[in-house]
């Protein structure tokens, strides 16, 4: 049974800085990891995808991946009060399953 | 890309009503689809999930049932809700085992 772990929060940072999300993961087979972004009151929208060790950037943010240490990071930078939201990590079947397993998420505020 | 279609957007039911939840996805065929229920300020609770046509597993065993009529279509049903029915329903579609992505959902209120 994989797991999946978040701090729930709230994690709350000033407007411009960093913010660091993290997820820790029990599935040491696991190959990729997605990010996913829910507004208050809305679904969950896809915003990153990383598939092997080390950094992948797509504007602001920035996916890490270690496998060694089964964690998964999120850093948005120059962060805005318009990325305050919940941030979930999920981990995506493996062979023979079709389920993927999410974090409960981390409550991020970011204040002007 | 594929475009899932979830209605209604919101729905009030008085306890021990039926309920119907459609989901239809466009811009794809054979996927996989999901149904998720959200409580208020918690995280994401798989109900069911369905790789084909009549193809359905339940992972929470409950008062709801799902159904696939057609390859695009996902049906969320109950005929009697209970009060702790109440929550945000999410479908979800995802080929292979790319990410999932959600329809907007529908949040269900139960007097």
């Known amino acids: 049974q994989k797991e999946v772990e978040q701090n729930s929060g709230p994690l709350s940072v000033p407007e411009g800085a960093i913010a660091s999300l993290n997820c820790t993961y029990s599935d040491r087979v696991s190959q990729s990891f997605f990010w996913y972004r829910q507004y208050s009151g809305k679904s969950p929208e896809l915003i990153m995808s990383i598939y092997s060790n080390g950094d992948k950037e797509d504007g602001r943010f920035t996916a890490q991946l270690n496998k060694a240490s089964q964690y998964v990071s999120l850093l948005i930078r120059d962060s805005q009060p318009s990325d305050s939201a919940t941030y979930l990590c999920?981990?995506?079947?493996?062979?023979?399953?079709?389920?993927?397993?999410f974090g409960k998420g981390t409550k991020l505020s970011v204040i002007p | 890309s594929q475009t899932i279609h979830q209605w209604p957007a919101t729905l009030v039911q008085p306890v021990g009503s039926p309920l119907s939840l459609e989901c239809t996805v466009e811009g794809t065929s054979n996927p996989n689809l999901y149904w998720y229920r959200q409580a208020a300020g918690r995280g994401l609770q798989l109900l069911f999930y369905s790789v084909g046509i009549g193809q359905i597993s339940s992972e929470v065993p409950q008062n709801l049932s799902a159904s696939r009529p057609q390859d695009r279509q996902f049906i969320l049903s109950s005929k009697k809700l209970l009060l702790s029915d109440s929550g945000f329903y999410l479908c979800?579609?995802?080929?292979?085992?790319?990410?999932?992505?959600f329809g907007d959902g529908t949040r269900l209120s139960i007097l």
């Open positions: 999920a981990v995506p079947p493996g062979a023979g399953s079709y389920q993927l397993t």
């Open positions: 979800a579609s995802a080929i292979n085992n790319q990410p999932q992505h």
